[in-house]
């Protein structure tokens, strides 16, 4: 995934719990509502910012299945700008010269093996493992794979009942990262029946397979949140957790999660306030 932290897509099925997401910052945290947003910075000076907002919001994808997640992602991804607008200070995870390097070289990376190998499961592996290498240079390199933690923890408060979040564990059941499996799956099967179905697959062709790719594994994501306890689910996350464990998230400090705990506050503060008409 472009975003490794832009994940934990959905929250307790509790009715009295709000569904939360969120996305970690190389400074703090972002946190996503049902309707609003609310992020969390540490200043140069180290006080906490803190910022909020309405969330853009497409209705009526919600029964479309294969639709209603890309369209959820794509509505995260607009409210960045959002964020930055707000809260100047907050630093993005592709905010780093050598994040924004890692992303060009593996676009023209993923392009060139493209060129070069024949079509087939090998091929779309490796391209699949350079794609993943800007997240890889972001993670490894400032704060934002303790604020990933940060975010894991501060939701999993929540989750339990307001228990204190350097208690809850840096790893989480819903975190994006459980997309990686389906979402490698999908593009395996998909690009086989594309190879069938043309015999050059181009540029418009292979988007349209990575749109259809991410709609199936978000889909799967959610039959797994609905199927925690089957053995399937645990198969499915179990690359993912793999992934936060070794790479995606370390134990954050207490320095860090002080913003988390701003993030969520004011999270919860908006949500709870009635929504006034446009």
């Known amino acids: 995934m472009p975003e490794p932290a832009n994940d934990t897509f959905m929250a307790s099925e509790e009715p009295d719990k709000l569904r939360l997401g969120g996305m970690a910052l190389r400074n703090g945290l972002l946190v996503h509502g049902p309707t609003h947003w609310a992020a969390s910075v540490r200043r140069r000076d180290g006080s906490i910012a803190t910022a909020s907002g309405r969330k853009p919001r497409l209705q009526g994808v919600e029964k479309l299945a294969g639709v209603r997640g890309v369209v959820r992602l794509a509505e995260a991804m607009i409210v960045i700008p959002l964020v930055k607008r707000a809260l100047p200070e907050a630093k993005l995870p592709f905010q780093d010269a050598k994040v924004l390097g890692a992303m060009l070289g593996a ?27 800007p997240s890889f240079v972001a993670l490894r390199g400032g704060e934002l794979a303790e604020y990933h933690g940060v975010e894991h923890k501060a939701i999993a408060a929540y989750e339990n009942d307001d228990a204190d979040a350097a208690d809850a564990a840096k790893e989480h059941d819903r975190c994006g990262s459980h997309l990686m ?98």
């Open 181 to 278: 499996a389906p979402l490698l799956a999908s593009n395996l099967a998909g690009g086989a029946l594309l190879r069938r179905a043309l015999d050059k697959p181009g540029p418009a062709a292979q988007f349209a397979l990575g749109v259809a790719s991410l709609g199936v594994a978000v889909e799967v994501f959610v039959w797994s949140e609905k199927h925690s306890g089957s053995v399937v689910t645990r198969i499915l996350r179990k690359p993912g957790h793999e992934l936060q464990r070794l790479l995606g998230t370390r134990e954050p400090s207490e320095h860090q999660l002080e913003v988390g705990r701003a993030a969520l506050a004011e999270i919860l503060r908006v949500e709870a306030t009635p929504v006034q008409p446009d």
């Open 107 to 133: 676009t023209a990376g993923s392009r060139l093996l493209r060129g070069r190998l024949k079509s087939g499961a090998g091929s779309e592996v490796l391209i699949g493992a350079v794609s993943l290498l």
